[in-house]
């Protein structure tokens, strides 16, 4: 392949981390056509800061907005981004795979919720396994499977598909996606143990569920090295999530924007 030229527009490489589904153009290179193509010596850097909303789907819950610093690496064989960590395998022609290590806080204490209240702690975790990118032109389509390692518990795969379109310093990013859990994670996170029971809330075992996700990500590139982006997204969740007596909605959603530079 033809090397890159850098610098990169990183508008693209700080949405696509976010996002675990990389856009790209002709004019823009996600992080992993970064590996793909750069030369050894080509690296990228990033550094920036943000803030996440999630609406949780638990009862009652406190739902605070969340800084998020922003730190991003691309290199031939690393890729790091956030809570992210990758190691780039070889590739097939546009088919990508890589190695991943990420953390997650998907968990919660009781003090978050007074539904919450006599629950015992849900502990997020570090999460590993490995993910496969294709692209075509600007569309992209990204899968990953993960298992949580220490305190966390069960197994998730993600599927999502996107479309990148450009016009001028702008980029759209409509995407979509689907999201499997093992009835491990759906138990540990939504399930309530009988030491957890109540009046108003029964105990419940959970099962494997899946969620459908639909999103878009707004980019601005100013003079190439100062991004800004805007990502909102919407979860509807499975019913074996949605029967849980912890959950009081069927959908979450989240809205997070920041800025990145790029070195």
């Not at 153009?25 to 080509?42: D, G, K, W």
């Not at 064989?77 to 953390?103: E, M, N």
């Not at 298992?147 to 702008?170: P, Y």
């Not at 409509?174 to 029964?202: H, T």
Request: hydrophobic share 40%.
């Amino acid at each position: 392949m033809t090397p890159v030229s850098l610098p990169i527009r990183s508008t693209t490489l700080l949405l696509a981390a976010l996002a675990c589904a990389v856009p790209a153009s002709a004019q823009v290179v996600a992080p992993e056509q970064v590996a793909a193509e750069a030369s050894p010596r080509t690296s990228q850097w990033g550094l920036g800061f943000g803030a996440g909303f999630d609406k949780s789907p638990l009862r009652d819950f406190d739902d605070d907005v969340d800084p998020l610093p922003l730190v991003l690496y691309e290199g031939k064989h690393l890729s790091v981004f956030g809570a992210r960590i990758d190691y780039k395998l070889p590739s097939y022609g546009p088919l990508q795979f890589r190695l991943r290590a990420r953390y997650a806080n998907d968990g919660y204490e009781a003090k978050d919720s007074p539904y919450l209240a006599g629950m015992e702690e849900r502990k997020g975790g570090l999460w590993l396994g490995g993910a496969a990118i294709w692209r075509s032109g600007a569309m992209s389509v990204a899968s990953e499977f993960t298992a949580a390692t220490g305190d966390a518990e069960g197994k998730r795969f993600k599927l999502e598909l996107n479309r990148e379109f450009r016009t001028g310093a702008v980029t759209i990013t409509p995407r979509i996606g689907g999201e499997w859990y093992d009835k491990d994670y759906v138990d540990y996170y939504y399930g309530v143990r009988a030491n957890e029971v109540r009046a108003d809330r029964r105990a419940y075992r959970g099962d494997s569920s899946q969620a459908i996700e639909a999103g878009v990500r707004f980019g601005y590139a100013y003079q190439r090295r100062h991004n800004f982006f805007v990502d909102v997204s919407a979860k509807s969740l499975g019913s074996e999530i949605k029967d849980s007596p912890l959950v009081e909605r069927s959908t979450e959603s989240s809205v997070k924007l920041g800025y990145l530079y790029a070195f």
